[in-house]
């Protein structure tokens, strides 16, 4: 019996020995690789080649996307907010009866019209340091009053408009101050789809408030919003308040003034416009000048797009061109032979597209010059010499 006994307890305790012998063999094992990796990994090694990224790409962040923060510090100073308080006649309604303003209220006024002062908001651009600045004509509106200039120090300064442009919905306005941080002209016609951009405004009177996105479209036209269409659109975040605000390149210039975004709910859906920064240097140099934009025209002549329709009608191929609709028989077009029923195909020797093309054309000609015109006219392809006159004067006549 007391061999039994002392042989089950020399089992036991063998077999609790090799458990620790196991168990300290695979710890030990464990610690070896661990050690023998971070051996290899202290061990020092050749680094292996990075390619270098090319030079116009924009240093990352931490998140891995372009670092803006410089750009934003340089602009976002020259960004100002702009308020207008204008007078606007209300529109008539059952409560404007002067009987009923009579037995409840406001008797006193019984002619049935009233005026009443409307707040507009937007934002603006600083482009001299003299202090003219730059924003929509929409943001200054029609019959204003007073209008605000609110810088990026606080300041608010009472400001004068110098010229109006409805054509392309730009207005100039001028603050008697100096020393201001002016935000340097860019090259719109330098940009490239795809390039990064910033929006910097008010939006819903959060002043000084910076987006970003890239270039969408350029030369975009017959969007609805300005008579003269030649817009950037951009997915940069534009909303009610940006208006008259800057469109800012990589290289921290101004190539651009948001104007509108198309969108369904009043709010941002990634579609923007901006009027291109070289036609707002025209517009604000012919303000400065003559108080007015100066544009060509070719006299009181409408044009309208080509249908498939009718331009199968008119033997066309494409629906290229610009269709003479409507025009008085005093304009320098009707006396040089143009007429209705025409299908303009080129001016100056550049392919016509369409009526906002060709507009755009005419608006941009030198006023004096003597400019060539490409048409159809029943299948047939004529050249004409159209004199380039003033719009204003054309208009009057």
Request: hydrophobic letters at 40%; glycine letters at 12%.
């Amino acid at each position: 019996m007391f061999r039994r006994l002392l042989l089950s307890l020399v089992l036991v305790v063998a077999g609790f020995a090799a458990g620790l012998v196991v168990t300290g063999r695979m710890r030990s094992v464990e610690t070896s690789e661990a050690a023998t990796q971070a051996g290899a990994a202290a061990q020092p090694r050749r680094p292996t080649p990075v390619p270098s990224a090319p030079a116009s790409v924009a240093a990352p962040t931490a998140i891995g996307g372009p670092d803006f923060t410089k750009i934003a510090g340089q602009t976002v100073r020259g960004v100002a907010n702009i308020s207008s308080i204008q007078v606007v006649r209300r529109q008539s309604s059952p409560l404007d009866d002067p009987f009923f303003r009579y037995f409840f209220g406001d008797g006193d006024d019984m002619s049935g019209a009233r005026d009443r002062r409307s707040l507009s908001l937007g934002s603006g651009v600083i482009v001299s340091a003299d202090g003219f600045v730059v924003t929509n004509n929409h943001v200054v509106g029609e019959n204003m009053r007073e209008i605000t200039v609110a810088l990026g120090d606080k300041r608010e300064i009472h400001g004068r408009v110098i010229g109006t442009d409805p054509a392309t919905d730009i207005a100039l306005l001028k603050i008697d101050v100096n020393g201001l941080p002016a935000v340097p002209w860019g090259d719109s016609d330098r940009l490239q789809v795809g390039e990064w951009v910033l929006a910097i405004g008010s939006p819903f009177q959060l002043s000084q408030t910076v987006t970003a996105g890239i270039v969408s479209a350029t030369r975009r036209s017959n969007v609805g919003f300005a008579e003269y269409e030649d817009f950037i659109q951009t997915d940069a975040a534009i909303n009610p308040g940006n208006s008259g605000g800057a469109l800012i390149n990589s290289r921290g210039e101004l190539v651009g003034i948001n104007t509108g975004i198309f969108s369904q709910s009043g709010g941002y859906q990634g579609i923007g416009f901006a009027v291109p920064s070289n036609l707002v240097r025209h517009i604000v140099d012919d303000l400065q000048k003559f108080g007015a934009v100066r544009r060509g025209s070719i006299g009181g002549v409408a044009f309208d797009r080509l249908s498939p329709r009718l331009a199968e009608e008119l033997g066309l191929q494409n629906t290229e061109g610009a269709v003479v609709v409507r025009m008085v028989r005093n304009s320098q077009a009707y006396q040089a032979g143009v007429r209705p029923g025409d299908v303009i195909i080129a001016f100056n020797g550049q392919a016509v597209a369409d009526p906002s093309q060709l507009n755009r054309l005419l608006a941009d000609a030198p006023l004096g010059k003597i400019a060539t015109i490409r048409l159809i006219r029943e299948r047939r392809t004529l050249e004409l010499k159209v004199p380039i006159v003033s719009d204003t004067a054309a208009r009057e006549r």
